[in-house]
């Protein structure tokens, strides 16, 4: 049984940072790609983020590129996204996701997740 447990939002100030992590259990974590992504109000969930099993590819949407970092620690079955120079439109909920398809990379396409956490809150003040 795949679990992904995310933490890491809360509230911030627009211009703050975040650091978003996510902890996987229930199969070996090193061998499967990883994403992240955020559901706003009233709007679709949507990919924002996606890093290989080995970390080495990573991808990001045009909404977080170039202030956001994807990342993996392997040894402590951990995801983390880092949100920098947050903005008004960064409220969401932040989804941790994963495929089940062994050392498969589907980059931004949604369609290559198949399990997803319960979600954590990330709030930002204008």
């Known amino acids: 049984q795949v679990q992904l447990v995310e933490s890491g939002g809360g509230l911030q100030q627009a211009g703050g940072s975040l650091r978003l992590s996510c902890v996987a259990s229930?199969?070996?974590?090193?061998?499967?790609?990883m994403g992240w992504f955020r559901q706003a109000p009233g709007k679709e969930r949507e990919i924002v983020a996606a890093?290989?099993?080995?970390?080495?590819?990573?991808n990001y949407a045009d909404s977080l590129k170039g202030r956001s970092t994807i990342s993996r620690d392997n040894a402590k079955n951990t995801v983390y996204l880092q949100m920098n120079s947050l903005k008004f439109e960064d409220t969401a909920v932040y989804y941790c996701?994963?495929?089940?398809?062994?050392?498969?990379?589907?980059?931004?396409?949604?369609?290559?997740?198949?399990?997803w956490g319960q979600g954590t809150q990330v709030t930002v003040s204008s």
């Open positions: 996701a994963t495929t089940r398809r062994i050392l498969y990379y589907g980059g931004l396409d949604p369609q290559g997740y198949d399990y």
């Open positions: 229930g199969r070996p974590f090193s061998s499967y790609a």
């Open positions: 890093i290989s099993a080995t970390g080495r590819i990573t």
